[in-house]
C-alpha cells in the first residue's frame, strides 16, 4: 500500500480515490465472508434442531447453498 500511495503522493485526488477503490474492495470481502460465516450458523442451527428429519435438514442446507451461490437448482447426492 505504500508503494501506492507513494506513486500517488504528488495528486491527493489519485490517492483519495486509490484509498476509496481499496476499502470498497476490502468491504466487499468482508461482505462476502460475512455472508458465508452467516449461512454456516444457518446450517449448523437447522442440524442441531432437526436431528431426527434429515430430509427437511438436507432441504435447508440446499435453500442455504442455493441463495449463498445465487443457483437457481441444487442436487444433494448421497452415497452409501
Excluded: G, W, Y
Amino acid at each position: 500500500m505504500t508503494e501506492t500511495l507513494d506513486d500517488t503522493a504528488n495528486d491527493p485526488q489519485q490517492t483519495i480515490a486509490e484509498l476509496q477503490r481499496k476499502l470498497a474492495e476490502h468491504n466487499a470481502e468482508r461482505d462476502e465472508l460475512l455472508q458465508q460465516q452467516t449461512a454456516t450458523a444457518d446450517v449448523l442451527k437447522m442440524i442441531s434442531r432437526s436431528v431426527f428429519d434429515l430430509p427437511s435438514v438436507l432441504d435447508d442446507i440446499a435453500r442455504v447453498a442455493s441463495d449463498l451461490c445465487a443457483a437457481n437448482d441444487v442436487t444433494i447426492l448421497i452415497r452409501d
